[in-house]
Nanobody, 121 residues
Framework: QVQLVESGGGLVQPGGSLRLSCAPA????????MGWHRQAPGEQRELVAA???????NYADSVKGRFTISRDNAKNAVYLQMNSLKPEDTAVYYC???????????????WGQGTQVTVSS
């Protein structure tokens, strides 16, 4: 089993910044894609940003130029730097990871427990 532990959410004023972190724990052979998603009340969960080794990064149009996803391969951790935050960025943010538990195991997606980000004055 793999657990993804998130941190870094909170309350911030419009225009402010936050940095989310996500680190996995458990039996891990390798991690392929990692990403951040968010879900606002009454809305569907949406992809915010993803990072894949050998491919690069992709972002939702709504966060391009403001958010940056990065990865520390030594720690298997993923980060989301969020700048110029807007009230519409308010949501629960979830990290995800596509994990192989052994060389021949099929990859499986795991999710973090979510961290609340609230942008409000």
């Amino acid at each position: 089993q793999v657990q993804l532990v998130e941190s870094g959410g909170g309350l911030v004023q419009p225009g402010g910044s936050l940095r989310l972190s996500c680190a996995p724990a458990g039996t891990i052979f390798s991690i392929d894609a990692m990403g951040w998603h968010r879900q606002a009340p009454g809305e569907q969960r949406e992809l915010v940003a993803a990072i894949t080794p050998g491919i690069g990064t992709n972002y939702a149009d709504s966060v391009k130029g403001r958010f940056t996803i990065s990865r520390d391969n030594a720690k298997n951790a993923v980060y989301l730097q969020m700048n110029s935050l807007k009230p519409e960025d308010t949501a629960v943010y979830y990290c995800s990871a596509l994990v192989r538990s052994s060389r021949y195991a099929a990859p499986k997606t795991y999710w973090g427990q979510g961290t609340q980000v609230t942008v409000s004055s």
